[in-house]
């Protein structure tokens, strides 16, 4: 089975790159960051350079891919179908989508003080960044893109379920 697709995006695709996420895929997105830098990891770690820039997709060359579309979800589509991806229900919500790092599971009592009163009472199984320290639940802000990107990509809904 070939490895996993991971990606760069570059400055303008700061969407596409939490729905990437949202999706599982490992994908690097900086505020901040020199064209030559995105190339270099590029190339150094193997990942497709996502970007909008004709410019920067032409330096790419092999490693790059031009993102026509300026929405959001039919930039998913152009990704999903260039590398015809099949994101799997597993694999969503793996990854932390502000910073990237796979997220593990937590306990309900340690996520006792960190969720609101309502959230804690009413939802049995956390997910946390070990990066900046986030946790997600069913519900938590990451649900719309799930809801969208299972409506996306054909599915029912993805859900957040307990082992
Ligand atoms: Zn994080």
């Known amino acids: ?91 969503f919500l793996s990854r932390c989508l502000e910073c990237n790092t796979r997220l593990v599971d937590r306990s309900k009592d340690s996520a006792r003080e960190r969720v609101p009163p309502h959230v804690f009472a009413t939802h049995d199984h956390f997910v946390g960044c070990p990066g900046c320290d986030r946790i997600y639940w069913q519900g938590s802000h990451a649900d719309r893109i799930l809801t969208r990107l299972g409506r996306l990509l054909g599915r029912s809904r993805p859900t957040l379920s307990g082992p």
């Open 1 to 91: 089975m070939a490895p996993p697709h991971r990606f760069v995006v570059d400055m303008m695709l700061g969407k596409l790159a939490r729905w990437l996420r949202a999706m599982g895929y490992d994908t690097l997105y900086f505020k901040v960051a020199e064209d030559r830098h995105l190339l270099q990891l590029a190339h150094a770690e193997c990942r497709t350079l996502l970007t909008r820039d004709t410019r920067l997709a032409r330096l790419a060359g092999a490693a790059g891919l031009l993102i026509h579309a300026t929405e959001v979800e039919p930039q998913v589509a152009e990704v999903i179908e260039r590398f015809a991806l099949s994101p799997g229900g597993e694999d």
